[in-house]
């Protein structure tokens, strides 16, 4: 059978709509220029703790190694916006609340957008019969910003993130590495940050070092999430009332005066995330965090890392009794790592009691 591909890819947009993704694109599989600034980076060291990154080095330079008679890649990429971005700035200026990174406020995306993939590699399947595939979604060792940038989808911003025109940059990757002979869509001709370094400033801990490159060992995402040591002292009252991720540097993109809610049901706020308290979050035991984050992808962090971020987060907030109260009470939380972190909290909200300004009435 010959295929045409422009129908394929015309049949492939229309039912990813269908599914929810706001773009699709085809990807070649060049993506050496992207890999050479990975390896750059690592030598750096800016990866921190994240040695994950320095295996499968093969796959991720090139992807039929990871898939075998890989020839090109579909990429799509999803809004996960659950509400509006003023709920997210409002938010984070209220000491009292937690903030929750937006992309993780509903269901775990990986199985969202897996399940979505399938669906839409399967609908191609009863059109034009067999063909090979794998789809992913931040889960395996891909370089898919580079594959998503190769395939239009956006531009890297100075934050390092995807940027879309329409949609801004808050959206989630996918990919669906295929045999299929595809053509490939073009690439957009232009970076549209120009002179702005509005997430350059706005990063609480400067860790964008310079455009396009992060320090990931400063950044609040890694700090919270992937790090499962101590948070360095000097970097703890950067985080605010960040207890998972952080957006700033989104939030204070202009292009995400563009960012859109979600179609996506399963990416809306589950167990009222985007409105907890810190206190009423530092309080839960083991089984209710548990029960909290089933199906989250909050679940990629530990109950000890959970608690040493609330730790943070409350140290940085404002002085009440009952805030003390709540710290004093897991002084004698079983890891050290995380009882030193509610030691510190606890220096910081004795000395803002002596503060009349740092306390909440
Ligand atoms: S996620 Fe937060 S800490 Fe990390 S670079 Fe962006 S603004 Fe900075
Ligand atoms: S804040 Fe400005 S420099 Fe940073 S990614 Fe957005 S447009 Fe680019």
Redesign the pocket.
Known sequence: MILDSSKILNDLKIWSHELGFQDLGVAGLNVKDDFSQLENWIQNGYHGSMSYLEKNKDKRLDPSKLVPDTTCVITVRANYLPEPLDHAVSTLKDPRLAYVSRYALGRDYHKVLRGKLRQLARKLNDKIGDFGYRAFTDSAPILERALARNSGLGWVGK?TNLINKADGSMFFLGEIFTDLPLDITARLKKNHCGTCVS?ID????K??VSPYK?DAR????YLTIESKDSIPTELRASIGNRIF??????LFCPWNKYAKVTPIKDFMPRSRLNNRTLLELFSMNRDEFELLTRGSAIRRISYEQWVRNLAVAMGNSRYSRKTLSALYKRRFFPDQMVREHIEWAITRLENNSLNPDAIDK
Do not use: E, F
């Open positions: 934050h997430c706005v990063c609480p801990t860790a964008i992060l400063k950044c609040i995402s991720g952080c957006d700033d540097c989104q």
